[in-house]
């Protein structure tokens, strides 16, 4: 075999997620059916520029990079609960939880929901252009939401403005690292996943310290500075290692027949529902059962996020051993437990630990799926449209999610009501990733996934 065709053989089977430690040959032969089809599609976009390296200083730079795209998209919706805090108390005190909830819903849900233009946008080979125009958005959004003073100011700037320029800034982060990686694919994105909770820790902290100090105003704009540094950064590092040949369709129609897909779809829909319920109320819920302060309560925020922070790297680097499901599985079933466990929080020292171990363990649901999604995708050259598709699937449990649960705090039922729903949103979940194992390899347990 010749070293080019070595080369095409070795990036196929990375594409089609083939390890012959644990596939057997008798599915690895039925893999190559539409090898064809594939081989063509890694020529066009890599054959060129060699074999992913998987490592070195231009691959760890997009990770650096990649970190800061996710701590100024994700980061920023991570740190919505301390917006919410002080809108519940001050600027938007004549609207209820719910309606300032949808605020915070519609920037996550729009950071996902534009992902559909713009994974096939990046397979298209615009990067840097999605980059440059993202990070312009989102600083642009967060300086107009420091002159609101409105619900419907607030809505325009910080929910669709800042919720459009993240989502151009998020496929781009998670896609590009597929180009750089494969063994250590999850590792690298469970590192770049925790800018999103390290932001989640700064962002917050620099608001809650500014403000009173220098007012409202100009707590945003000193955030929105900080982010126009870091996405300088970002601009001035990363960059594609091979273009496409050909245009990339707003979807892959070939997932509509792959039931593995198709569930983890849906296994993220419900994910997403429930997952960041704690993020937006423990705060109040904790100010509300008389276990803190409003002032003490706003670390749990910080709390929560700096524990997701371990939770996006330790995990995913045991996720390139034994796959991202095979992780993913546990982490959610744990994940729901918690979130009941929830009712409990009855005393400062069991709200403290719901809300590191509910960090910990949640945070395999941002930094996993992209690796997930990679694994059951036989042609990574669509990846930025495949996920683009799933993340569609996310908005709507993202956009949902939270303002139902804002909803039900008002009920008789009260917080028990939002946290049976948070719970039983995590368990739908875990039932559909258990079903995508199921359908990737069978009962087998000891097979990588």
């Given amino acids: 075999m010749t070293s080019d065709e070595e080369t095409v053989s070795l990036n196929i089977s990375d594409a089609l997620g083939i390890d012959g430690n644990y596939v057997s040959k008798e599915k690895f032969n039925n893999s190559l059916d539409d090898s064809q089809a ?44 301390v917006y919410q805090n002080y809108y519940v108390q001050n600027a938007l005190s004549n609207k209820s939880e719910s309606d300032i909830a949808w605020i915070g819903s519609i920037q996550s849900s729009l950071l996902l929901f534009v992902g559909v233009i713009t994974g096939p946008y990046f397979d298209q080979g615009c990067f840097r252009h999605l980059v440059m125009i993202g ?106 290692r091979a273009l496409p040949s050909t245009k990339r369709s707003l979807i892959d129609k070939t997932v509509f027949s792959e039931p593995a897909f198709l569930s983890f779809s849906v296994a993220s829909f419900f994910g997403f529902v429930g997952i960041y319920i704690p993020f937006y109320y423990i705060q109040p819920f904790a100010v509300s059962k008389g276990i803190f302060s409003e002032s003490t309560a706003f670390w749990l925020l910080p709390i929560l996020n700096a524990a997701s922070t371990f939770g996006r790297v330790i995990p995913n680097r045991l996720a390139d051993k034994i796959g991202p499901l095979n992780v993913l599985v546990p982490f959610t079933v744990i994940t729901m437990v918690i979130g009941f466990c929830w009712l409990s929080a009855t005393t400062a020292v069991r709200i403290i630990l719901i809300a590191l171990f509910y960090g910990f363990f949640s945070g395999t649901f941002v930094s996993l799926p992209p690796s997930v999604a990679a694994s059951l995708s036989p042609d990574l050259s669509l990846i930025g449209t495949r996920l683009g598709m799933l993340f569609f699937f996310c908005a709507f449990g993202l956009l949902i999610g939270t303002p139902v649960a804002g909803a039900l705090v008002r009920t008789h039922a009260g917080y028990t009501a939002a946290v049976v729903f948070c719970g039983a949103s995590v368990l739908a979940s875990g039932f559909f990733i258990l079903s995508t194992r199921l359908l990737k390899v069978g009962m087998t347990l000891k097979v990588k996934a």
């Fill in 135 to 240: 990070s312009f958005t989102v600083v642009l959004g967060m300086m107009m939401t420091s002159l609101g003073s409105q619900y419907w100011h607030v809505m325009l700037s910080q929910a669709v403005l800042s919720g459009i320029g993240s989502g151009l800034l998020f496929i781009p982060s998670v896609a590009i690292l597929p180009q750089y990686f494969t063994t250590k694919r999850s590792f690298a994105t469970g590192i770049s996943a925790s800018g999103s909770s390290i932001g989640g820790v700064i962002y917050p902290i620099m608001f809650h310290k500014l403000q009173p100090r220098i007012g409202f105003g100009w707590a945003t704009r000193a955030i929105a500075f900080m982010m126009l540094g870091t996405q300088l950064y970002a601009f001035s590092v990363m960059k594609c």
């Fill in 38 to 81: 594939v081989q063509e599609s890694v020529i066009d976009t890599r054959a060129s520029n060699g074999p992913i390296p998987d490592g070195g200083l231009q691959a760890w730079l997009q990770v650096s990079g990649s970190f800061f795209l996710f701590m100024n998209s994700w980061g920023i919706s991570n740190s919505f609960g």
